[in-house]
T-cell receptor, first 113, second 114 residues
Framework: NAGVTQTPKFRVLKTGQSMTLLCAQDMNHEYMYWYRQDPGMGLRLIHYSVGEGTTAKGEVPDGYNVSRLKKQNFLLGLESAAPSQTSVYFC????????????FGPGTRLTVT | GESVGLHLPTLSVQEGDNSIINCAYSNSASDYFIWYKQESGKGPQFIIDIRSNMDKRQGQRVTVLLNKTVKHLSLQIAATQPGDSAVYFCAERSPRGATNKLIFGTGTLLAVQP
């Protein structure tokens, strides 16, 4: 099993450009999450999904959109990138019941100039 | 290098010593806690977890202690090795809802000196 994978690994955008980050998991998890990680601030939840076709806002959703058309994929979109969105983005997934452990991908480093 | 380690509290230990990393959590109703390890340039990796009905849980070279009275969690690493150098995060789960959302601490950088 590959676990949780993310593409791309690195990206540089100019202010106002758009992009989509792709997350895929092969563990048949129901729940998926997108986080951003900034120095000294820990992981902050952007959006999450409790199943195929569902999405919900997390702690810092502004400027981002998500879609979960397939159970194994969770897409994070930036419609008009801003320098404040420079960060490292992590995707995670977890089972819907029992244990609450989240499994993380390797991250995407995004720089917006 | 990975910028996540900047501005974090740092614990520096000698190789072979025991390490204790502390975490204060925020919600007295949280029912599950987890420790993650994050190496430079990688995503967080699960180390050990504990439910609120327990005070202590042991894994391989790691022990987690939970003190609900003062809302404190600690991670003990025995015989610390250079490969243990990383940022360590604690996280708590609030039982509200069924979404398995975790709230993460800011982390502690563990630096192992050879």
């Amino acid at each position: 099993n590959a676990g949780v994978t993310q593409t791309p690994k690195f990206r540089v955008l100019k202010t106002g450009q758009s992009m989509t980050l792709l997350c895929a998991q092969d563990m048949n998890h129901e729940y998926m999450y997108w986080y951003r990680q900034d120095p000294g601030m820990g992981l902050r939840l952007i959006h999450y999904s409790v199943g195929e076709g569902t999405t919900a806002k997390g702690e810092v959703p502004d400027g981002y959109n998500v879609s979960r058309l397939k159970k194994q994929n969770f897409l994070l979109g930036l419609e008009s990138a801003a320098p404040s969105q420079t960060s490292v983005y992590f995707c995670a997934s977890s089972y819907s019941g029992g244990g609450y452990e989240q499994y993380f991908g390797p991250g995407t480093r995004l720089t917006v100039t | 290098g990975e910028s996540v380690g900047l501005h974090l509290p740092t614990l520096s230990v000698q190789e072979g010593d025991n390490s204790i990393i502390n975490c204060a959590y925020s919600n007295s109703a949280s029912d599950y806690f987890i420790w993650y390890k994050q190496e430079s340039g990688k995503g967080p990796q699960f180390i050990i977890d504990i439910r609120s009905n327990m005070d202590k849980r042991q894994g391989q070279r790691v022990t987690v202690l939970l003190n609900k009275t003062v809302k404190h969690l600690s991670l003990q690493i025995a015989a610390t090795q250079p490969g243990d150098s990383a940022v360590y995060f604690c996280a708590e789960r609030s039982p509200r809802g069924a979404t398995n959302k975790l709230i993460f601490g800011t982390g502690t950088l563990l630096a192992v000196q050879p």
